[in-house]
């Protein structure tokens, strides 16, 4: 039985491919179009997901979109109503979109794949919580999903036991923890469903100066976490901004210009929003506890890459253990969708050891042999080195020792946002000038932006207040305090940004927590090795990882990108399959060149 799961036509278009039950492959649009968040018809993603199975499309037994498009059209029908006649913009904004797509995706699926067999629908929070439920180790366990809007709900809880999957109750539109969140993104100058993260990692500079004004002027808060935003502020409802006027003169500000300066002002204002954030979160899994019964927790939807709030949730809240589905935004609604038909809709047995999860450590995408590599090394007159394994376990570890920096390009890409050690740019977690250097250098990004670290799995509780695997990234955890370095003095905004706090000041941040990646030597052999060659030589089981990318592109896909992002960055060496670059040994890359030109692709 194989069934296809497809998202598409908001942000974080993706396909994801299910095989008796197992996850055969999954990944993003983005990927291949170099077009970050790409939104259209994955169709590349679709085929690889095809080839990866070893079938054609008419060989499906079913494919299933991630939401249902005509109670969305309702919602912002009865939206536009609601608010009209301020309301009647949006409604002219979003509808071509919904008449030209979602409304025809089942034309569209037929006519790009020649497929006449049957396609199916699931609510969008379903597909979240499936793919919350069903990968995670947990043969029961309650489940939270919170984003910005699915048709109407915004967030839902419930329980999944054995294969079925119970929805208990919703949050609903416009009371929305995501939309409120991205307001906040929009206000402190971040681009909205790209750059939350980026007020994630800006909010330790801050005080919580704003959290009174927020909770008596824009949310009225429950102690079961639910809530009711005065919608007076926004401007999501009745027009194309996230914030209006009233939202402006409440905290005595315009919206930060992308690109302009942050003040501490909204440094401030990130800090109070992300700690309400929290407090919402908190409450929120306190009250599933008490009216489920259950002490293990599955979460998804967009707010659930707020690992900050996971990081408390693990440490704070009743439940004994969570589980993070890794591709938690709308990405992820393709798996679910998939699984959701496999086992509620078609009633198959769900199996599993209570301890691993079914999402293979999300290494999901396309990978590329030696052979491929090679061919294009050579095509290029490319010059490398060939190592073999053990090679670059003792060679990698020494180029890290010595402050270089390094690409990491091995096997199947990542599913979700986070780079797990297949495409990955890693270095030396003890060295006090790696972030401003890799920020500034090779990312190209806000210097502020934190690093994660990668350590290996049974050393995490020696270097962080953390006792379990975080395998997916989606965990922030204190740094030990035998760890940290005593600070004179007190610093504020990005003055903190000078201070060396840790024994690995690279991937601490200003509040002395890290968003910790956990590696076990079964989910990726390699990496693990080059970690722990690394360890035995240092001492510190500890480097850092961060995307194989630029700001502004996806992670990179192929030998190509990562060749092109490895000459147009400051990055040291590549490594990508058995072959080692050295960036002093390349000949220059000639400015204002199309890459395709520049390597005469197809």
């Known amino acids: 039985m194989k069934i296809l799961g497809i998202s598409c036509f908001y942000h ?34 679709i085929n690889y997901c095809l080839e990866e199975a070893g079938i054609e499309a008419k060989g499906l037994d079913f494919i299933v979109f991630y939401d249902k498009p005509f109670l969305k059209l309702e919602r912002i029908l009865e939206t536009a109503l609601s608010y009209a006649p301020n309301g009647i913009t949006q409604f002219i904004e979003a509808i071509p979109a919904l008449l030209k797509q979602k409304l025809w995706i089942t034309e569209i699926i037929k006519t790009n794949l020649d497929f006449d067999g049957k396609i199916l629908f699931t609510e969008h929070h379903e597909s979240h919580a499936a793919s919350a439920f ?7 366990a309650a489940f939270l999903t919170i984003d910005g809007v699915g048709e109407w709900e915004t967030a839902s809880f419930g329980v999944g036991k054995n294969n079925d999957l119970d929805i208990q109750q919703y949050l609903r539109f416009p009371n929305s923890l995501g939309l409120l969140y991205s307001a906040f993104t929009y206000y402190t100058g971040f681009k909205v469903n790209s750059g939350e993260y980026k007020l994630m990692g800006l909010a330790p500079y801050g005080r919580p100066l704003y959290r009174d004004i927020i909770l008596n002027e824009l949310i009225d808060l429950k102690d079961d976490g639910s809530f009711k935003i005065n919608m007076k502020y926004f401007g999501y409802c009745n027009s194309l901004r996230m914030t209006n006027s009233r939202f402006n003169d409440l905290f005595g500000a315009l919206p930060r210009k992308p690109e302009a300066k942050i ?14 954030t929290e407090e919402i979160m908190l409450k929120m899994v ?25 990081g408390r949730i693990l440490r704070e809240s009743p439940f004994k253990d969570i589980w993070i589905q890794p591709a938690s935004g709308d990405a992820g609604g393709a798996l679910g969708a998939a699984l959701l038909v496999w086992y509620k809709y078609l009633d198959n047995k769900r199996e599993t050891d209570g301890i691993n999860d079914a999402q293979k450590a999300s290494l999901l995408g396309p990978s590329y042999s030696d052979d491929y590599i090679e061919n294009f090394l050579r095509k290029q007159k490319v010059p490398y080195r060939r190592l073999n394994y053990s090679d670059i376990v003792k060679e990698v570890p020494d180029r890290i020792i010595d402050g270089k920096i390094i690409g990491w390009f091995q096997g199947r890409i990542e599913f979700g946002p986070r780079a797990l050690g297949a495409r990955s740019i ?13 920020n500034l ?22 270097w962080f207040l953390l006792d379990k695997e975080s395998p997916y990234m989606l965990l922030v955890a204190p740094v030990r305090d035998d760890k940290k370095l005593e600070v004179a003095g007190d610093f504020f905004g990005f003055d903190k940004l000078k201070i060396t706090r840790s024994l690995i000041p690279a991937v601490t941040h200003v509040d002395y927590s890290a968003r910790v990646q956990t590696i076990e030597r079964a989910d990726n052999p390699l990496y693990y090795d080059v970690i722990q060659a690394f360890f035995e030589k240092t001492g510190c089981p500890v480097i850092i990882n961060t995307s194989f990318n630029v700001r502004g592109e996806p992670l990179v896909l192929s030998p190509e990108d990562a060749y092109r992002c490895f000459m147009r960055t400051e990055i040291d060496y590549l490594i990508i399959g058995s072959f080692l670059l050295d960036k002093r040994d390349q000949t220059p890359i000639k400015k204002n060149v199309s890459w395709q030109k520049e390597f005469e692709l197809d």
């Open 12 to 45: 974080d278009s993706a396909a994801c491919i299910v095989r008796d039950g197992e996850i055969i492959a999954a990944v993003q649009e983005e990927r291949f179009t170099r077009k970050k968040h790409d939104a259209g018809f994955p169709i590349n993603a």
């Open 134 to 140: 069903y990968p995670s180790p947990f043969k029961e």
């Open 263 to 276: 003040t501490q002002k909204y440094m401030d204002i990130a800090a109070s929003i992300q700690n309400i």
């Open 286 to 310: 306190s009250h599933i506890h008490k009216v489920t019964g259950q002490d293990k927790l599955c979460l998804a939807g967009g707010v659930a890459l707020n690992c900050v709030g996971n």
């Open 426 to 438: 890693i270095g030396d977690a003890r060295n006090p000038d790696m972030q401003s250097k890799m």
């Open 441 to 462: 250098k090779i990312k190209y990004r806000e210097s502020f932006r934190p690093f994660a670290p990668t350590i290996l799995r049974e050393k995490v509780s020696e």
